[in-house]
């Protein structure tokens, strides 16, 4: 069974910062690809950003490109996701997911607000 648990949302201006963390369980966290999502109320979950296996590899949503920078800690089961220059239309339940199994993504943590104020 696998546990993501994510943290460091909250509320902040439009233009502030804010560092998003997900903490895994599992013996094989440097095996899995990890991605963020998000989900603002009356809308469908988006993709934000992905990471491969090494921390290697992103690949960013155009809305968040350039913003957004997601980063991958083998060694502490963690991935972050540093969110720069937000804006109110960022606002949304945050969600880090896991490919487990290398396909799809099959494990979803709990989520953590962030709320962007003008």
């Known amino acids: 069974q696998v546990q993501l648990v994510e943290s460091g949302g909250g509320l902040v201006q439009a233009g502030g910062s804010l560092r998003l963390s997900c903490a895994a369980s599992?013996?094989?966290?440097?095996?899995?690809?990890m991605g963020w999502f998000r989900q603002a109320p009356g809308k469908e979950r988006e993709f934000v950003a992905v990471?491969?296996?090494?921390?290697?590899?992103?690949y960013y949503a155009d809305s968040v490109k350039g913003r957004f920078t997601i980063s991958k800690d083998n060694a502490k089961n963690t991935v972050d996701l540093q969110m720069n220059s937000l804006r109110p239309e960022d606002t949304a339940l945050y969600y880090c997911?896991?490919?487990?199994?290398?396909?799809?993504?099959?494990?979803w943590g709990q989520g953590t607000q962030v709320t962007v104020s003008s």
């Open positions: 599992g013996r094989t966290f440097n095996r899995w690809a």
């Open positions: 997911a896991a490919k487990t199994k290398g396909v799809d993504y099959d494990a």
């Open positions: 990471i491969n296996r090494s921390g290697g590899s992103t």
